[in-house]
């Protein structure tokens, strides 16, 4: 960003990152939604008696768990964390998913043999919405910097080395 008047930024720039920004939020929003979607409408068949954790009871906490990230990404994606929390959430169902639908991997303790290697149409858009949720995510947590020191909030584009200190 080169330095408008007075040595501030230029604020198309500003704006052309918070833009970014909200556009990754919306993005990453709609991947967590469809993923909560798939897996909330897929719960019931998986419902097992007698077992301690059921794919369904799974599914049903992936559903919750993606759509209070997509919350929170569009209500608090100016922070850094919430971004870590949505890349978390949609890596590990992506990966989850690829991993069953590929390795027979049995029951595991008191989770399910969840092993199943036919590709619908609902599983196949959950992982491209995991995937575009992952990438997104990465993404926002990455133009999602930590915050500015306080010479370059106040004007100095150099930063710390601004003292003429090392670096």
Do not use: C
Request: hydrophobic share 45%; aromatic share 8%.
């Amino acid at each position: 960003m080169a330095p408008g008047p007075g040595g501030r930024p230029h604020r198309t720039a500003i704006s052309r990152r918070t833009a970014v920004r909200v556009l990754l939020q919306v993005m990453t929003a709609a991947a967590l939604a469809v993923d909560a979607y798939v897996h909330a409408s897929l719960a019931s068949p998986y419902d097992r008696v007698g077992q301690q954790i059921s794919q369904g009871t799974l599914f049903r906490l992936e559903a919750a768990v993606a759509s209070l990230a997509a919350l929170l990404v569009l209500l608090l994606g100016r922070r850094r964390p919430v971004w870590v929390f949505a890349f978390l959430v949609s890596v590990s169902a992506l990966g989850a998913v690829l991993l069953y639908g590929y390795v027979n991997v049995g029951a595991l303790g008191p989770l399910p043999n969840m092993y199943e290697p036919f590709w619908g149409p609902k599983r196949t858009g959950s992982a491209i919405a995991e995937a575009v949720g992952a990438v997104t995510s990465l993404v926002g947590f990455l133009i999602t910097g930590p915050p500015h020191s306080a010479s370059t909030r106040a004007g100095d584009p150099r930063g710390d080395k601004a003292d003429g200190g090392g670096g």
